[in-house]
């Protein structure tokens, strides 16, 4: 890995896999998942996969325990299912996965919302955790909460040029190369 000077590092990309939960969006109304490929690639990390699942606590387990399992998968990023109504399941299906939950991650992108949408937004159950590691975001299915979550959290952090730390740098696998 090479770095640019002193106190600057190399940008390390990432391969990433994002899942819309959601019963009634497909490829060609996923706008919000199409926001989140949009900014990660703009950023300079890949997509490992991008894919739909309907809101169904077992479905959406199976596919991000298959991303977890993947060495070449370093993130996974949700969009929907957060809230509180109906069939949201998204925060039951991750949570017993997590190795370790990054409780600042909700508490940081309610902070924001709130400026944003007010109160409302204590009805986001958004979460982030690691599990094999790899690191899971889960943030709601709105395309502007997923511009939030991306542009005001979730990008700085999985740059590693990000300081004075960022969650790339915890990434032995990465490092190691």
């Known amino acids: 890995m090479s770095t640019t000077g002193k106190n600057e590092r ?10 819309t939960v959601s019963d009634s969006r ?3 109304t996923d706008k919000s998942g199409k926001l989140l490929l949009d900014r990660l690639q703009a950023a300079g990390h890949q997509c490992a996969e991008k894919t739909i699942v309907p809101d169904d606590i077992y479905e959406i387990r199976a596919m991000v325990s298959r991303w977890i399992a993947d060495p070449q998968v ?3 990023i949700t ?41 409302s937004t204590i009805q986001s159950r958004a979460l982030a955790g690691v599990a094999n590691a790899t690191y899971i975001f889960c943030i709601p299915g709105s395309t502007g909460a997923c511009a939030t979550a991306w542009d005001e959290i979730i990008s700085a952090q999985l740059d590693y040029r990000t300081r004075p730390c960022n ?5 032995p696998r990465l490092l190691e190369r």
């Open 10 to 19: 190399a940008f390390i990309a990432l391969q990433i896999a994002v899942l």
């Open 74 to 76: 370093q993130v996974v």
């Open 26 to 28: 497909d490829e060609s």
């Open 79 to 119: 969009t929907g299912g957060t809230g509180v109504t109906g069939r949201d399941g998204t925060p039951e299906a991750i949570a017993p996965l997590l190795d370790k939950q990054i409780d600042g991650f909700g508490e940081v992108f309610r902070s924001i919302s709130l400026e944003q949408i007010r109160t």
């Open 167 to 171: 969650l790339v740098e915890l990434m």
